[in-house]
């Protein structure tokens, strides 16, 4: 069945494949969307939100994403029915690939925790006046029956509590601890918002050869015989969150390929929550990353992630075929990835080319004299030289590599 895409409302998801099976949360999510204009905001059919009410088809995750913007306008809404991942916890979401394989994964995203203090209890009393709600009443807006105990707040009440006071939760909660169900195993501390060369190192990273999955918490990238690289990034990620006790792996995948994995349920919820890394399959659903405002060594440490992963220092044949030249590209699905990439190079004055074939976004440089300059500028940031080394090796007489 087609459905009726809007193209004006800055859905992320828009293009994403996954199919939403039914669940009641998703349904009465939807049933406060349709009371506050979602059918004819984004122009879908009422006739397809009734099979889905009656189990007999699934939505597409967009239709999800805009019931929950919808219901983020209202403080009057429960937090779980506001944001896209808490409004799918528990709920089987469905995937087919080219080949026609299906995959079924049930999501997994319940609540994290931070430590109450007396600020933060004072901001609960605060919300609860606004709403004139008694206690076990306002309690239900982030989707609980009980009242959180006094030691720890979810991260579902403190995201209610911000949107009621209109404060920023990532500035409210700065330097708190994270937590899961227990207080050890992949706790995290909240970083500050400021643009960090470091951070943004990590996103590549995981924007490019890394995932999270859907149904555990596990934060995943891969590499093919490059375990120095997924050693270097582990380093980033304790040193950035102040991650303990992430009991991370570095298994071998079927297809040769080293694996990084680090299981933390708060680090999974950063992620997603604060820098709007979506779960499972995430190409064409990347929002472009906050890139201004750097330093020039900052730039040049990232365009060194972007080299790394999906970049490719390779070489050419000159056209009386005597020399063999460098060159550099940078392939992927994701528009906004590529535009991230296009736009770190511009910052550190080269003049990439940015093109796009079959839903293939290529960055390029083609001029030897710029690719030169380019691995100049950025070899002290890479973790593992063997692309250098390869390219230099390969090149007429190291071409000044």
């Given at each position: 069945m087609?459905?009726?895409?809007?193209?004006?409302?800055?859905?992320n998801?828009?293009?994403?494949p996954?199919?939403?099976?039914?669940?009641?949360?998703?349904?009465?999510?939807?049933?406060?969307?349709?009371e506050?204009?979602?059918?004819?905001?984004?122009?879908?059919?009422?006739?397809?939100?009734?099979?889905?009410?009656?189990?007999?088809?699934?939505?597409?995750?967009?239709?999800?994403?805009?019931?929950?913007?919808?219901?983020?306008?209202?403080?009057?809404?429960p937090a779980?029915?506001?944001?896209?991942?808490?409004?799918l916890?528990?709920?089987?979401?469905?995937?087919?690939?080219?080949?026609?394989?299906?995959f079924?994964?049930?999501?997994n995203?319940?609540?994290?925790?931070?430590r109450?203090?007396?600020?933060?209890i004072?901001l609960?009393k605060?919300?609860?006046?606004?709403?004139?709600?008694?206690?076990?009443?306002?309690i239900?807006?982030?989707?609980?029956?009980k009242?959180?105990?006094?030691?720890?707040?979810?991260?579902?009440?403190?995201?209610k509590?911000?949107?009621?006071?209109k404060?920023?939760?990532?500035?409210?909660?700065?330097?708190?601890?994270?937590?899961g169900?227990?207080s050890?195993?992949?706790?995290?501390?909240?970083?500050?918002?400021?643009?960090?060369?470091?951070?943004?190192?990590?996103?590549?990273?995981?924007?490019?050869?890394?995932?999270?999955?859907?149904?555990?918490?596990?934060?995943?990238?891969?590499?093919?015989d490059?375990?120095?690289?997924?050693k270097?990034?582990?380093?980033?990620?304790?040193?950035?969150?102040?991650?303990?006790?992430?009991?991370?792996?570095?298994?071998?995948?079927?297809?040769?390929?080293?694996?990084?994995?680090?299981?933390?349920?708060?680090?999974?919820?950063?992620?997603?929550?604060?820098?709007?890394?979506?779960?499972?399959?995430?190409?064409?659903?990347?929002?472009?990353?906050?890139l201004?405002?750097?330093?020039?060594?900052?730039?040049?440490?990232?365009t060194?992630a972007?080299?790394?992963?999906?970049?490719?220092?390779?070489?050419?044949?000159?056209?009386?075929?005597?020399?063999?030249?460098?060159?550099?590209?940078?392939?992927?699905?994701?528009?906004?990835?590529?535009?991230?990439?296009?736009?770190v190079?511009?910052?550190?004055?080269?003049?990439?080319?940015?093109?796009?074939?079959?839903?293939?976004?290529?960055?390029?440089?083609?001029?030897?004299?710029?690719?030169?300059?380019?691995?100049?500028?950025?070899?002290?940031?890479?973790?593992?030289?063997?692309?250098?080394?390869?390219?230099?090796?390969?090149?007429?007489?190291?071409?000044?590599?």
């Open positions: 087609e459905f009726n895409k809007s193209k004006n409302k800055n859905l998801l828009l293009e994403n996954y199919l939403v099976k039914y669940s009641k949360r998703v349904k009465q999510a939807i049933e406060y969307a349709i506050r204009n979602l059918l004819e905001d984004y122009n879908i059919s009422p006739s397809i939100i009734t099979h889905y009410f009656n189990k007999k088809q699934t939505l597409p995750i967009w239709i999800i994403e805009a019931t929950c913007n919808i219901n983020l306008k209202d403080i009057k809404i779980q029915y506001q944001y896209l991942w808490f409004c916890h528990n709920t089987i979401l469905i995937r087919k690939q080219s080949s026609g394989r299906l079924k994964t049930k999501v995203f319940s609540p994290c925790y931070i109450s203090d007396k600020g933060i004072k609960l605060q919300a609860q006046k606004i709403m004139n709600l008694p206690m076990y009443k306002f239900r807006l982030y989707g609980i029956k009242t959180d105990n006094k030691k720890t707040i979810s991260i579902l009440a403190l995201l509590i911000c949107q009621i006071l404060i920023k939760i990532w500035n409210l909660i700065k330097s708190y601890e994270l937590f169900k227990t050890r195993i992949g706790k995290i501390v909240i970083t500050d918002n400021d643009p960090n060369a470091d951070l943004l190192v990590l996103l590549v990273w995981l924007r490019t050869e890394g995932h999270i999955e859907l149904s555990s918490t596990h934060i995943e990238i891969n590499q093919k490059n375990l120095n690289s997924l270097e990034i582990e380093k980033l990620f304790i040193k950035l969150f102040r991650l303990k006790s992430s009991k991370s792996t570095f298994p071998v995948g079927k297809r040769g390929e080293d694996r990084l994995i680090i299981s933390s349920s708060p680090l999974k919820q950063l992620l997603c929550l604060k820098y709007d890394f979506p779960l499972g399959y995430k190409s064409c659903s990347l929002k472009p990353l906050n201004e405002n750097l330093s020039e060594d900052d730039y040049k440490k990232i060194a972007f080299i790394q992963t999906e970049g490719c220092l390779s070489r050419h044949n000159t056209r009386n075929k005597k020399k063999l030249l460098p060159r550099f590209e940078f392939i992927v699905k994701d528009k906004n990835l590529a535009n991230d990439c296009y736009e190079l511009k910052k550190l004055g080269f003049a990439p080319k940015l093109s796009n074939n079959q839903n293939l976004f290529k960055v390029a440089l083609y001029n030897s004299n710029e690719v030169i300059r380019l691995v100049h500028q950025t070899k002290k940031y890479v973790f593992d030289k063997k692309k250098i080394n390869y390219l230099r090796k390969i090149c007429t007489n190291g071409i000044g590599l």
